[in-house]
């Protein structure tokens, strides 16, 4: 069988990334038809930054949606003889009805590098904007209180939260991230900690809001501590007596290492931007009329800051996507086998100066995505900075 | 101004205690005792024996006694085996137990031995930190005035289309982390069969096989452009965007401020208002960013030095977390918790040195 030229190679991956095109295309279509309706994200197309970042993100989101339709060949399989081939070789033995050529080549065990670089994507966009969430849940949850209470429980969380930002990143996740420490029960005790932020938030919130009509708070309170408490006792403690939610030990420590590096930062911005806030004529209002601490923070402050706090949740994902290819490329938490962007430039690494094609392909991906991350920020911080 | 100073140094000191007990602690924890035991003494140890090899070795008393052996305000621990034989914390294998001092931490200077490089842990660190230091040096001397430039050429005229092109060059470079831009420099500098030497080679115009060097492992010895340009650009290119971004921030602000408009209605030039009525003031915010960098330089030296394999700070880090070689691992993050706090110290410092408009007191 004939190899591929670098055209028939992009040909190709064009079209294999079809699905992509298509959903890409729908969104932009139906997001421009409507951008007058919508919002923060209709202004957002129309600014020529965040459309691009925000394709390219999408992109990467589609990709790790379809994955499965993309790849060509099986991500984790070996295929003899074709250690180390060059992009738009053909295989050696290629299976009856399946995919003939390696798109990008193959790697240092002859594995597929286009088919791993797709399903690293879904790794990548599994963890990251999770975590990036769960961060944000504890550092609004302490941010807040921290900033409009101040005082001794100020210096407090703060003292704590520049501890954690005076860590090198790359000490900790040794610290955290190997195999002695999962037979420890510091993962499970960090996850028990951290993962009872979102329900107390998610509480604090409804609570706050239909304090006044107990039948809806009850309702509401209710749901959110039944299913809260349920994926809580699931995700950290594997406990979950229906077995819906769980997590996988060796994720469980990246994900708890990854949320616990980002929520100090978040703490920081939270509580410099209601430190700010709760000098407002509103604030004020608020506090004559008699409103609750936890409304006034959560209703009145929190709603106040949301442009800041969401162009540093784009930013912030980007961070932890850099974390997480840093995890990788240390061989730490991550099985070996996996096809995460990190990991991947860790195994072509080693032959980086021979064969370069393997670890380009994941550190392109990479690239890619966080600068879409980047510009979507600068378009979003552009646009909410016009009102 | 004093006050001020001596606060900041009592609240550094206990995040350095707080710091390195954390290390210690996690460091100490049975499961990474066991493997210090298995790899010391044998890999087929029965269980019994590692117990007796961690009790024999002083590694289980309480967490706290230690700690505080480690750091020298206690008396090290003495301990006579059965076979007779005395050993203790203080005690060097060979010498004599009466001749030993009784303390020996961190505040008598001595930092233990490394049970990976089976030297004195000083001796290793400022190895390491010596090698460090002229890559930190040199990253510093290309990223600052690059950074400072970029910054101040986007700043001064507000989306001008040097602005933009500068801008998205500073995104970009935010976006790559160093592994990333590490093995795209590789690939396109020092590879064999990608990139322009192949090219070069061709051509004649450059003897050896590749442009530059792919390793800096014998920049160790000699540093010459050929084999440290590349790590050097490629800490330094994550920290350009960084710095430029904050840069341009500051200097946009500046460039709409009143004193500017009117040295221009003045008739005062534009060169003449960015060069001596905008900069310095321009410039303050930038050296706390600058300096805020140096915790961040740290990550990019661990990650550097491991893929252009250059044994320096980053590199010994690396190997004593991998090791789990503990008293190494304690002196590398006394350095390293050091280096951050130090630093958050100059930067406010030097802030308000800068800033006229801030008054202590």
């Known amino acids: ?15 294999r990334f079809l699905p992509v095109w298509l959903a890409l295309g729908a969104t932009f279509a139906l997001s421009i038809a409507f951008k007058r309706r919508l919002g923060l994200y209709g202004k957002l197309f129309d600014s020529p930054v965040g459309m691009i970042g925000f394709a390219i993100v999408m992109f990467w989101a589609f990709t790790a949606l379809f994955a499965d339709t993309i790849i060509t060949l099986d991500p984790l399989s070996q295929f003899s003889g074709s250690k180390n081939a060059v992009p738009g070789s053909a295989l050696k033995a290629p ?38 969430m769960f961060a944000f849940m504890v550092g609004i949850t302490l941010g807040l209180p921290a900033g409009y209470i101040g005082g001794k429980l100020d210096t407090g969380l703060s003292f704590l939260a520049n501890l954690v930002l005076a860590f090198p990143v790359i000490l900790l996740f040794y610290l955290l991230v190997t195999p002695e420490i999962k037979a420890t029960y510091i993962p499970t005790s960090f996850a028990a900690t951290l993962f009872l932020f979102p329900v107390i938030f998610l509480v604090l919130l409804l609570n706050s809001r239909f304090f006044t009509n107990p039948m809806k708070r009850n309702l509401y309170v209710g749901i959110v501590l039944v299913i809260g408490l349920w994926a809580y006792s699931g995700l950290a403690f594997n406990a979950d007596p229906l077995g819906v939610w769980s997590m996988d030990p060796n994720l469980l420590n990246v994900f708890v290492s990854v949320v616990f590096v980002n929520s100090p930062g978040v703490f920081r911005i939270v509580r410099g931007m209601v430190m700010d806030i709760k000098t407002r004529d509103y604030v004020a209002a608020g506090q004559t009329r008699g409103e609750g601490a936890w409304y006034i923070m959560l209703w009145e402050i929190l709603p106040n800051a949301r442009g800041p706090l969401i162009v540093d949740f784009c930013l912030r994902i980007g961070y932890t996507t850099i974390l997480l290819g840093t995890l990788g490329f240390f061989g730490l938490g991550v099985s070996p086998e996996s096809p995460d962007w990190g990991s991947t430039i860790d195994d072509g690494r080693k032959l980086l100066s021979i064969v370069a094609h393997p670890a380009l392909a994941p550190a392109l991906a990479l690239m890619s995505l966080v600068l879409g991350l980047n510009l979507l920020a600068d378009g979003l911080r552009e646009e909410s900075l016009k009102d | 101004m004093l006050k001020f100073i001596v606060r900041r140094l009592g609240v550094m000191l206990l995040t350095a205690l707080a710091l ?30 590692v117990i007796k090899w961690i009790d024999n070795n002083g590694y289980s008393t309480s967490m706290v006694s230690r700690y505080g052996q480690w750091l020298g305000v206690l008396p090290g621990w003495v301990k006579t085996l059965e076979s007779g034989e005395v050993r203790g914390r203080c005690i060097a294998k060979g010498s004599d137990p009466a001749a030993a001092p009784s303390y020996c931490g961190l ?42 430039i970029l910054g101040v050429l986007s700043g001064m005229r507000e989306g001008s289309a040097t602005d933009r092109v500068l801008s998205t060059f500073a995104i970009g470079s935010t976006a790559t982390p160093e592994y990333v831009s590490g093995v795209i420099f590789v690939a396109l500098f020092a590879s ?122 980053g590199w010994t880090l690396v190997q004593a977390a991998t090791n789990n070689d503990i008293e190494l691992l304690l002196g590398c993050s006394v350095v390293a918790v050091l280096v951050v706090l130090v630093t958050q110290l100059i930067s406010d410092i030097g802030y308000v040195f800068l800033n006229p408009r801030i008054r202590l007191s």
Request: proline share 4%.
């Open chain 1, 1 to 15: 069988m004939e190899s591929l030229s670098w055209l028939q190679i992009i040909g190709a991956m064009a079209g």
């Open chain 1, 95 to 132: 299976s009856e009805g399946g995919y003939t050529h390696f798109l990008l080549g193959a790697d240092h065990v002859a594995r597929d590098v286009f088919s791993r670089m797709v399903m690293g994507s879904r790794v990548v966009l599994k963890i990251a904007p999770a975590a990036t």
């Open chain 2, 20 to 49: 390195t007990f954390i290390v210690f602690y996690l460091t100490n924890l049975p499961p990474n005792l066991e493997k210090l035991a298995k790899s010391e003494a044998s890999v087929r140890m029965s269980d019994e024996d």
């Open chain 2, 107 to 148: 505040v008598q200077g001595s930092w233990g031995q490394s049970t990976v490089f089976k030297k004195p842990v000083t001796e290793v660190l400022s190895r390491g930190l010596s090698m460090t230091s002229w890559l930190m040096l040199s990253v510093m001397l290309v990223m600052v005035p690059v950074a400072l």
């Open chain 2, 192 to 313: 064999a069969t990608a990139g322009i030497s192949p090219i070069l080679a061709d051509w004649g115009w450059i003897s050896g096989k590749t442009l530059f060097m792919g390793t800096a492992t014998s920049a160790m010895d000699k540093i010459t452009f050929w084999n440290f340009a590349l790590p050097v650009m490629t800490i330094a290119l994550y920290g350009i965007g960084y710095i430029a971004r904050m840069t341009r921030a500051s200097m946009t602000e500046v460039m709409t401020a009143q004193y500017i408009r009117t040295a221009r209605l003045k008739g005062v030039s534009f060169r003449q208002v960015v060069m001596k009525h905008a900069l310095r003031n321009a410039l303050i915010a930038p050296f706390t960013v600058i300096m805020l960098q140096f915790p961040w330089l740290l990550n990019g030296v661990v990650i550097v030095e491991t893929l252009f394999n250059y044994k320096g700070f």
